[in-house]
């Protein structure tokens, strides 16, 4: 066989891979299991139901930290409320969000900026980036406050969870030795 034709078979073989590995390892993420999933905060169901259930479980609070999950309150627009966790905290005004389903259906957006627009400072009410604008988005949204987890986030995690989500591995494995290689 020649080296067109064993390239032309390889390169076949792997789109054929990639095509069938692709939808099945998708993921769809709804804000709420994914932000359980990077903060290691254990509370199920809606957002706006992460605010009352952490009474008592979890601390909670007004200040932003490292790790914590922002409760959205539930709005007209947002019947189900959101949950966002706080990868970085820029300034006692402005930190930056990961969280899924917020620009794009079911993506995730890893460190855009939220900025406090409340008029006491107390994060009651922030302004979030939204990717088709490329900047803040134009509405404000009410916050109930910060839920704080008990250890730093799971970067590791969320990067892994991403990371299935968005792409299908390639493995190569050899014919002498069984040794895979992922990419």
């Known amino acids: 066989?020649?080296?067109?034709?064993?390239?032309?078979?390889?390169?076949?073989?792997?789109?054929c891979g990639l095509?069938?590995?692709?939808?099945?390892?998708?993921?769809?993420?709804?804000?709420?299991?994914?932000?359980?999933?990077?903060?290691?905060?254990?509370?199920?169901?809606?957002?706006?139901?992460?605010?009352?259930?952490?009474?008592?479980?979890?601390?909670?609070?007004?200040?932003?930290?490292?790790g914590a999950v922002l409760a959205f309150s539930a709005t007209s627009r947002m019947r189900m409320g959101h949950v966002a966790m706080v990868s970085e905290v820029v300034s006692d005004r402005e930190v930056l969000l990961t969280h899924a389903n917020w620009s794009r259906r079911g993506g995730v957006e890893r460190d855009v900026r939220a900025i406090d627009v409340s008029p006491n400072g107390d994060?009651?009410?922030?302004?979030?980036?939204?990717?088709?604008?490329?900047?803040?988005?134009?509405?404000?949204?009410?916050?109930?406050?910060?839920i704080y987890s008990d250890h730093a986030p799971a970067n590791d995690a969320a990067d892994d969870a991403v990371d299935q989500g968005s792409k299908a591995p390639m493995i190569l494995a050899s014919l002498d030795t069984g040794t895979t290689v992922s990419f």
Not at 2 to 12: C, E, G, Q, V, Y
Not at 19 to 36: G, K, L, N
Not at 132 to 144: E, I, N, R, V
């Open 1 to 15: 066989m020649n080296f067109k034709a064993l390239t032309a078979r390889f390169a076949l073989m792997v789109a």
């Open 19 to 66: 095509m069938t590995a692709t939808p099945a390892m998708a993921q769809f993420w709804q804000c709420a299991p994914y932000a359980r999933q990077i903060s290691g905060i254990d509370i199920r169901g809606n957002a706006n139901t992460w605010w009352s259930q952490a009474a008592g479980h979890y601390a909670r609070g007004h200040a932003p930290k490292v």
């Open 123 to 146: 994060w009651s009410m922030v302004k979030v980036w939204y990717g088709p604008q490329g900047d803040l988005g134009t509405s404000a949204y009410p916050t109930k406050g910060f």
